[in-house]
């Protein structure tokens, strides 16, 4: 079954950046293979007339999520470094919102909307779905689709334009499940 896409409709390619990618300090496991299917999903929703909007983990360079200061994470997607670039191949039009979480060296933000404008700009902007997909599926991709249904989004979740970390082998498999009993479709490209 194929959903409708409209100028209602926000595209949210979560943190496709260097250091979440092949060669990174943090590398999602074929992460760079969403960058093609991203730039396809952008293509049809700006045909439709919809948003695009860019989240990027820009981190402190003494975030609390690095292992040096009590976290889980290697050191990654510092602000102004070249891991916290976005993946060149990633198309990157004009028009695009860019979001920056995880800014502040004490507050862990794996969600798009924590701590940033996002949903109110979007509301302001008459938009009423959201296409969620990118790095890391288990992560940050999960934890914006979870909280976009919270603020009264209708969201679906971008199965073959998203990969997993997976420090435990089915914790992808599980942010899925978590997402689907949120009420969130997991889609691909062919039904749009």
Request: with cysteine.
């Amino acid at each position: 079954m194929s959903i409708a896409i409209s100028q209602k409709t926000a595209l949210i390619a979560v943190d496709i950046q260097n250091d979440f990618c092949e060669g990174g300090a943090l590398p999602v496991p074929n992460g760079d293979k969403v960058v093609p299917i991203l730039n396809r999903y952008q293509e049809k929703v700006l045909r439709a007339g919809g948003t695009i909007v860019f989240t990027r983990d820009w981190h402190p360079a003494n975030h609390c999520s690095f292992k040096e200061f009590g976290g889980i994470w290697p050191v990654h997607c510092v602000q102004n470094t070249k891991g916290a670039q976005f993946h060149p191949g990633l198309n990157f039009p004009d028009t695009a919102i860019l979001v920056s979480t995880a800014t502040h060296p004490e507050k862990e933000a794996y969600s798009g909307f924590e701590g940033t404008h996002l949903a109110d700009v979007l509301k302001k902007l008459g938009i009423d779905t959201l296409l969620v997909g990118g790095l890391a599926t288990d992560y940050c991709v999960k934890a914006t689709a979870l909280d976009g249904v919270k603020k009264g989004f209708t969201v679906y979740f971008l199965e073959d334009a998203s990969r997993g970390v997976n420090v435990h082998p089915d914790d992808s498999q599980k942010a899925i499940e978590e997402m689907k009993a949120a009420g969130i479709r997991a889609i691909t490209l062919s039904e749009i």
